[in-house]
Nanobody, 117 residues
Framework: QVQLVESGGGLVQPGGSLRLSCAASGSRFSSYVMGWYRQAPGNQRELVAR???????NYADSVKERFTISTDIAKNTVYLQMNSLKPEDTAVYFC???????????WGQGTQVTVSS
């Protein structure tokens, strides 16, 4: 079982920045993919950014050059640095973990990000 706890969301003006954190605990495999997803009211949950245990990253086109996903292995934490935020970035952001040898996904509870004047 893996537990994921997100933090760092809040209210920010357009053009501002936030850094989201996802702290992981419990049993984990060495090979994995972790990602940030977001869901706005009435919308499907969408992939924002993803990072593998080997350091490979990818991003949704809408956030490329603005968001950066990274990990701190010592802290068992994955981050999402969000810069140049836009109102359309407003959503609940969720952390996700998947071991490469397993089909099962684990999700955090989500953290609200609101971009508004």
């Amino acid at each position: 079982q893996v537990q994921l706890v997100e933090s760092g969301g809040g209210l920010v003006q357009p053009g501002g920045s936030l850094r989201l954190s996802c702290a992981a605990s419990g049993s984990r495999f060495s090979s994995y993919v972790m990602g940030w997803y977001r869901q706005a009211p009435g919308n499907q949950r969408e992939l924002v950014a993803r990072i593998t245990s080997t350091g490979t990253t990818n991003y949704a086109d809408s956030v490329k050059e603005r968001f950066t996903i990274s990990t701190d292995i010592a802290k068992n934490t994955v981050y999402l640095q969000m810069n140049s935020l836009k109102p359309e970035d407003t959503a609940v952001y969720f952390c996700n973990y998947k071991a490469l040898i397993s089909i099962r996904d684990y999700w955090g509870q989500g953290t609200q990000v609101t971009v508004s004047s």
